[in-house]
C-alpha cells in the first residue's frame, strides 16, 4: 500500500467523487425540467435511472445491439415511459391536491420498481463499459475509461440543455411556462405540450445517466429510490429550478459521499447525502444558489 | 357520540370480540388470528398516520423508521439489558418523542414536496443506522431471542391471548384519537388542514400543533413496533425500510385519509392482501400495491370507506325523495 500515497488516493476519491456527483447533477436536472414547467416533484425521477440502465443491458445483452443503439434505445425506452406517466396519470390527476400529487408519483414509482423486479428479478446487471475494460494508470491513480464517459455525457447534456434553453423555441416557450404559465398561454404557448414534453425530456436524462452509470456500478431493480433522493439533495442544494446549481451542488454530494467512503465509513456512504438533504431543507431551503425571494413564492 | 352511531360501533366491537371464536374451528382460515395480530399492530401506526395525513393535511415517509425505533429500543434494552418488556415499551416511545419532536420542528416548516421528501429522507437514515450499527442492532441479520411478553406473571403465549392484547392497544388509541380530533384540537387540525394561513390568522398555533401530531403519531408507531417486537422475537432491518413507509402510507390512503374507521379498515385489508392473498405471487407485491395506489388516488381519492359513505347517503336521499 506504500505506493499509493496519501495524495493519489485522494485524487482517486475525489474522481469517483466526481463520477457519482455527475449522474446525482443529472438526477437533479430531471427534477428542475418537471419542477420549472409543472411545480410537481416528480418521485419517480430515480426510477427512470434505474430503468434506463436496465433497459440498456436489454438491448445490449439480450438483444445484442451493439453499444450507442442500445443506449440511444434505452433513453428512447424511458421516455417513452415518461410520457406514458404524463398522458395517463399526471394528466388525469392535473386538480389533485399537492398530498395526492405526492402519493401519485411514488405510486408510479412503486409501479415501476414492482414491474422491474418483475422482468429483471432481483439480481444485479452489469453492462459492459463503452470502450476498454482496463483501466488507465495516471499519477498512481487507476481512472476508468468508463468515468471519463459518464463525464463526457454529462457535459454533453448539460451542453445541449443550456442551447436547448437559450435558443430553440421549444426551450424558451418551456422557460416561459415555468415562469408563468398564465401569461404563457396567453401569448400561444401549448402550455399542455410543454408539460408533456418536459416529462419526457426529464425521463430521457434520467436514462442516460442509468446507461452511463451502469458499467461501474452494476444496476438492480430497488435501486432508483436511493438514486432519486440523492438527486434531489442536489436540486435542493443548489436550488430548486436552478440548472447550473444542480450540476455543482450534485458534484459537491458526490465528492462529499466519496471522501466519506474513503476517510470515515463505507456503510455509511449512503447517509451523507441524506444528511446534507435534510441540513438543506432544514436550513437553506432556497439552496446554495437560490434567492429566498424565489423560493418564498414557489408553491409546494 | 349519538345512539345511532353507536350501535354499528357496538356490533363492529361484538365481532372483534368474537373474531377469534368464529376463525378458530375453520383449519383453513383458524390463522387469520395471527393476521390480525399483525393488522392491529400496524393499525396502531396508521392511526397516528391518519390523523397526521387526513386531518392535519402533512405527509410522513418515516413512520417505518419511528416503527423500527420503538421496536429496536424494546428489543435493546429486554435482550441485552433484561428490561422487563413493560418498562421498555414507554422507554422506546420517550425516545421516539424526543427524535420526532427534533426531526420535527424543522422538518413540519416545511410544505408538501420538502416535507415528504425530508421525512423521506430521515427514514432511510434511519434504515441505514439500524444496518451499520452492528455492535447494537446485529446489522442486516438482525437479533434474535427478544422476550416475550406476560401479563402478571403469565406469559402470553397464544395467538388468541396476542389478538386481545393487541386490540385493546387499538381501542385505546382509536378512542383517545377520536376525541383528539373532536376537541379544539381536532378543529384546529381541520382547519390547518383547510388553509394554513387563514388558520394561523384565526390565532391557531400552526407549528406547534403540526409537531404535536407528529410526534403522536411517532410514539404510536413506537408502541406498535415494541408489541411486533415482542410478538415475532426477531428483527431484521428490512421490516423498517422505505417500502414499509410506502405500505402505511397506501393502507391510510386505501381506507380514506380523513377517516379514522378508514384507516382502520385499508390496513386489516392490505395486511391480509400482504400476508395472505399475495404470499403465493410474493413477487408481484410491489408491483400490486403500486397498482392498488394509483388507481385509489386516481379514482377514488377519498378513499373506499368514504367512498362507500356517500354512496350509501346517496342512496338514502334517493329513497327518501322518492317515498314522498
Known sequence: ?300 | MSPRKLVPIGVFAAFMAAFPWIVAPFESVSHYTDVMVFAGIFCLVTIGLSLLMGFAGQISLAQAAFFGIGAYVSAILTGRFGWNPWAAMPAGAVVCAAVAWIVGVPALRLKGHYLAMATLGFGVIVHIILNEEVEWTGGPSGMVDIPGLSIAGTPLLSETAWYYLVWTFVAAALLFSYHVLHSRVGRALRAIHEEEKAAEAMGVPVASYKVQVFVYSAVLASLAGSLYTHYVTFLTPSSFDLMWSIRFVLMVVVGGMQSLWGALLGTVFLTFVGNEWLQVFADFEVLVYGAILLLVVLWVPQGLVVWMQERLRLRRAADLSRSE
Open chain 1, 1 to 300: 500500500m506504500d505506493s499509493i500515497g496519501f495524495g493519489a488516493a485522494w485524487l482517486q476519491y475525489a474522481l469517483g467523487g466526481i463520477t457519482v456527483g455527475a449522474i446525482y447533477a443529472l438526477v437533479a436536472i430531471g427534477y428542475n425540467i418537471i419542477y420549472n414547467v409543472t411545480e410537481i416533484i416528480n418521485f419517480a425521477q430515480g426510477e427512470f435511472v434505474m430503468l434506463g440502465g436496465l433497459f440498456a443491458v436489454f438491448f445490449h445483452e439480450t438483444c445484442g445491439f451493439p453499444m450507442l443503439p442500445a443506449f440511444l434505445a434505452a433513453v428512447a425506452a424511458v421516455a417513452l415511459t415518461g410520457l406514458i406517466l404524463e398522458r395517463y396519470v399526471i394528466r388525469k390527476a392535473r386538480h389533485a391536491t399537492v398530498l395526492s400529487m405526492i402519493i401519485i408519483t411514488i405510486a408510479f414509482s412503486i409501479l415501476l420498481k414492482g414491474g422491474a423486479m418483475l422482468v429483471w428479478g432481483r439480481d444485479p446487471y452489469r453492462l459492459p463499459a463503452f470502450s476498454g475494460s482496463g483501466s488507465i494508470l495516471w499519477n498512481g491513480v487507476a481512472i476508468q475509461p468508463q468515468a471519463l464517459w459518464v463525464l463526457a455525457v454529462s457535459g454533453t447534456i448539460v451542453a445541449c440543455l443550456t442551447i436547448f434553453f437559450q435558443r430553440s423555441v421549444y426551450g424558451k416557450a418551456m422557460l416561459a411556462c415555468a415562469d408563468n404559465p398564465a401569461a404563457a398561454r396567453l401569448v400561444g404557448i401549448p402550455v399542455r405540450t410543454m408539460i408533456f414534453l418536459s416529462f419526457m425530456l426529464s425521463a430521457a436524462i434520467g436514462a442516460a445517466a442509468g446507461v452511463a452509470i451502469t458499467p461501474i456500478t452494476l444496476m438492480e431493480y430497488d435501486r432508483g429510490a436511493l438514486l432519486g433522493l440523492k438527486g434531489f439533495g442536489a436540486a435542493v442544494l443548489g436550488g430548486l429550478g436552478q440548472f447550473f446549481g444542480a450540476l455543482v451542488a450534485g458534484l459537491l454530494l458526490g465528492l462529499a459521499e466519496s471522501f466519506c467512503a474513503g476517510y470515515v465509513s463505507s456503510g455509511y456512504k449512503d447517509a451523507v447525502a441524506l444528511v446534507l438533504l435534510l441540513l438543506a431543507l432544514f436550513f437553506k431551503p432556497e439552496g446554495l444558489f437560490g434567492s429566498k425571494e424565489a423560493a418564498g413564492l414557489k408553491r409546494f
